[in-house]
């Protein structure tokens, strides 16, 4: 692709897409729905401050979609890596909390591998002239 802004941009939303629908299905798990009419999913307490923080990780990957587009490049190269890195070590360390689901490997996988990818694409256009 041509224009670095714009693939970054689709790879975000690609990401985003798959976080969401993971949640969704997540959703439709028995097991885990009877957790979160409790209040307590894995174990962890899902209060309001643990809603607020899963905000917060949510909004990265909504606000990439936008920053890949306008921020100039080096600043979007370094926040591309600071953003694809809080959002892979987010996702490997959610392996291991809990029992990890089939579905929730495979959509961590995807995860995983796409922010990785984000990662070393922005890497590698910050060294480029």
């Known amino acids: 692709m041509k224009n670095k802004r714009d693939f970054l941009s689709i790879l975000w939303v690609f990401v985003t897409l798959n976080y969401l629908y993971c949640d969704l299905i997540g959703l439709m798990d028995s097991s885990l729905l009877k957790q979160y009419l409790t209040g307590k999913v894995e174990g962890m307490e899902i209060n309001s401050t643990f809603l607020f923080y899963a905000g917060i990780l949510m909004e990265i990957p909504i606000a990439m979609v936008l920053f890949s587009k306008i921020l100039a490049k080096n600043i979007n190269c370094w926040t591309n890596i ?33 922010t990785l990818f984000i990662i070393v694409y922005a890497f590698k256009w910050l060294q480029q002239k």
Not at 91 to 103: A, H, R
């Open 82 to 114: 600071f953003a694809g890195s809080i959002k892979t070590s987010v996702m490997v360390t959610t392996l291991f909390i809990g029992k990890v689901s089939e579905y929730y490997m495979f959509f961590a996988l995807i995860e995983i591998t796409t």
